[in-house]
């Protein structure tokens, strides 16, 4: 790029030079110069306001007079320049022909010997020889020779003149060429912009108007350019030269904008061309002005949009819009010749032999031409577009039709269906009558009874195990329609995860067997081995499956047996349920997976039930890819058959024997449900049920959790506004604001507390909504206890763990509070243990665990796991042989002595089990280090004794030695006595080797045997 612009300066240099250097006068034979542009070989005078000479004989000297002129001026001047020339040919007629600009006057005088000089004038404001066309004819003998002057006289000068000599003939016919070509450029860009006009008012589409307006308005200033309207004898068009392409330049800009719709596709590009289109209206008195600064700013003006479109029209055909292909062409048939023209407007170029203004016009006419086929091409685009829209729409229109006619159809069946399931309706809602109200009468007579003392106290806890069982009784019959309510909006959720097949039939087992032994029936499990360990399936829903349908068969057998019967078969499990019951007739085998449906209303009456079970678990069997189905006889019993889809993991085990699933099934026992007990804990609980509201609060303050307590969501505000909280219990359903309101006003306060939803909403899309706006987590009504608890530890435990990051200082004295509690809990277990008291040794134990690592003694909580384990599963034998060297073990670690141990765990990164395991070698060394010390200080060398006490009291200082370190300062005080006294040293030195013989012996005695023993 920057050869490019030097290439071009150097022209514009040159363009100084050219200028020819010989005589004045020069002299040409006819036969050298015709057809040849000679402007180049003369010299120009400017001669201001001075007359002609009549004759040819004081021509050269008057010339000598005057100065050069610089050829590079555009503005107004007067100005002469001659030649001789001598007809060496047979012709007599000829034309002297200056064109390639535009002037206002040209006189053409012809001197011949002894003779009276002959003029004649042309130019713009002129009649010429030549239509639109400057220039004179002139009659010169063969033989004869004649000079020639030429007076050039104008308020402008735009592009270089050139001077050519051409026969009449010649020139007749090269005129009659360019004005064909000249009317005709006029006629297409006359007929482009009036029509567009029209278009425009049909359409009323702006880029329509500036194509047009951009056409009329080039197409007028080249006719000024030409001299077609003082041809025509209209007017003088010499003042609007300039500004008819200034206005071209601007609409073209604004052309440009509305064909590329650059408001959407680059808004930058759109404001640079509005900023170049209003720039060419803003300079529009300028140029009316001077038609020669007018030309400046066209050149620098018109070639800013030219190339500013260029780019836009390339970048867009890139993207693939197709009428950019033609909105290039028609710029690059304009850019060249008119960006050559304008850089000879501005005499970068030197004078060229084309006649440069008559291709710029072509190239106007080409470009508006093929703009035209660029309107038309997006034109057709977009009808094309239109027709695509209008088959889409008839075709959606069609199917429309089509489907409001499958509609209508559905909605007859649906009015059948409606029918029928208003009767269901009416079944479903008397037998839910039934089956709630029964449960809830027990609950509501026996309550009724406890609170007015009806009931003894001794009846009491049979009557609130009553209560209990019916209402676990009435949750279920809720459960059942809730997972109806689910299945049949597709919602229910299947989590499919690895189990334990064995263990989850053992559960069958105990459950169902046990009632079924109670009510005097044989129970058992047959396997068909081989069968897998580990299956991936539902675990819930599978158990959900088998207990309806265990439950049913105990229900209606009465004598005999009920046998489950596990195989696989065909990549299948299959599980058969076998009873000796009343069995089935046909006709209700096949309703038998209705809803609300029972096989018999007589059996109804006796066992009671909704009629959901058997349908819930048919769709459940479904959705884990199986199947239920049903054999059954009257009087002999019925066997329901449930398939699902055998996914085994690829590494599972298959058992081959009773055998094998006993060793599997042996699992230790469970641990009882403890509560954690939290420190400093601040809970928000709001619900506008009071009942519900204490019942969680009852068991927050079990866990030492501060509950504040309030009935609404604006109650909350009110709450979270006086204090902070560490976790939010937001009930969904409350007055005044709710809890999906209550949260989002939390949010937007910029509180992120970590915050539960507790509804009785379960269906997952509810859930995942609460999750989504900005709950935490969601907890489900009623709450159960050991899940409740769960959730709660996963959010308040943060506030243990917080400890880890407390900086040193802050954190030396929670570390010994902590000792100072932990030394109680130990005290606890040993009480607890003379006692025999092992839950309380497991609450103290549980308590150890969970905080003793976030203060560094995770040792002391690792080396009571065994223990725990042993207290879980009542081994008073294993617990009499360790749980004194635990505690043992536990105490010496808290309490070693001559140590801080709070400091010894800071200094050692917040660990004590590093400490520990460097502390026996430590000793050596530092025992070793205050014989040597002390024998240094015998011989007398105290420096060298003070130097080995340096390493020494970074020691003691690193492993927290805080007995000695006061013996250390006595001794560093008599080395510097520098005097050796025997007593005085004894009585420093033999405190400090007891402290550590006393440490050393507690590692030995206490530390290292225990952790042998439980290791």
Known sequence: MKSAFFFIFLLYICSFDIKAQGPLIPYFSASDI?????????????????????????????LKSFNKRDMNDLFKDRYVTAFTVNNDTQNSKWFIYPNGSVVETIRISVYKAHHAASSSISGLDHDNSYPLHYGSKV??????????LILFSSDFFFAPIKITLQTQDEMEYLVANHNVILFICFGICLALGIYNIFVFIVMR???????????????????????????????SAKDWLMPGFLLGSAFSAFFQIEFFRLHVTSKRTMYLLLVLGCLCLLLLPLAFYSQAIGLLLVSIMSSAVLLTGLSVGVVAWKKGYRPARYFVFALLCVIVPNIIGNLLNLRILPSIGVDIYLLGFIGIAADSLVLAFALAEKMRLVNLRNTQLKSQLEQTVEFRTLALREANQKLAQSNQELVEANSAKDHFLANMSHEIRTP???IIGYADGILLGDIDKA????????????????LRIINDILDLSKIDANKLDFHAEACHLFSLLGQIESVVGKRARDKGLAFHVDYKFPLPEQIITDATRLKQILFNLTNNALKFTHSGHICLQVSVEDAMLVINIIDSGEGISQSDLQKLFNPFTQADSVINRQVSGTGLGLSIAKRLAQGLGGDINAQSQPRKGSTFTITIRLNALDNTRWLTSVQDIAQINHRPTMPPSILPIYE????????????????????????NITVTEVADGQQALEAIHARQFDLLLLDIHMPTLDGVETLKQIRNSGNNTPAIALTANTMKHEVDYYLRIGFSDHLAKPIERDLFVAKIGRYLKLTVSVVTHIADDKMLPLIRRYISDLRNELNNIEQAWMNKDLVSIVESIHRIKG??????????????????????????????????GALRYAHTCIDLPGVDVAKAIIHFNHALTPYLDQLPEVLTSTESLIDDAHQLAKVGDTAGAAALLTPLTQKFHENAFTHCSKYLEQLVNLLNQDAYCSESYNEVIHPMRN?????????????????????
């Open 34 to 62: 015709i057809h040849t542009d000679i402007s180049q070989q003369l010299t120009y005078q400017r001669i201001g306001k001075a007359q002609l000479p009549n004759y040819q004989g004081p021509l050269e000297d008057w």
């Open 139 to 148: 009659t010169i003998a063969p033989g004869e020779t004649a000079t020639v």
């Open 205 to 235: 589409d702006k880029q329509y108007l500036f194509y047009a307006l951009s056409t009329l308005f080039y197409v007028s200033a080249w006719a000024a350019i030409f001299g077609v309207f003082e041809y025509l004898h209209l007017f």
């Open 440 to 442: 809830l009468t027990a």
């Open 459 to 474: 009846e009491q806890e049979r009557v609130t195990n009553i209560i209990y069982q019916n209402g676990a009784h009435l």
């Open 680 to 703: 400093r804990c601040n809970v928000l609980l709001a619900d506008d049920h009071p009942h519900n509201r204490e019942l969680v609060a009852l068991l927050l303050k079990r866990m």
């Open 851 to 884: 905080a003793a690592g976030s203060f560094g003694l995770a040792n002391i909580g690792d080396i009571f796991k065994q223990i725990e384990k042993e207290a879980m599963n009542d081994d008073e034998i294993a617990l009499e042989k360790n749980i004194a």
């Open 995 to 1015: 402290a550590l013989e006393s440490l050393s012996q507690a590692l030995k005695n206490n530390i290292q045997g225990t952790e042998y023993i439980f290791n």
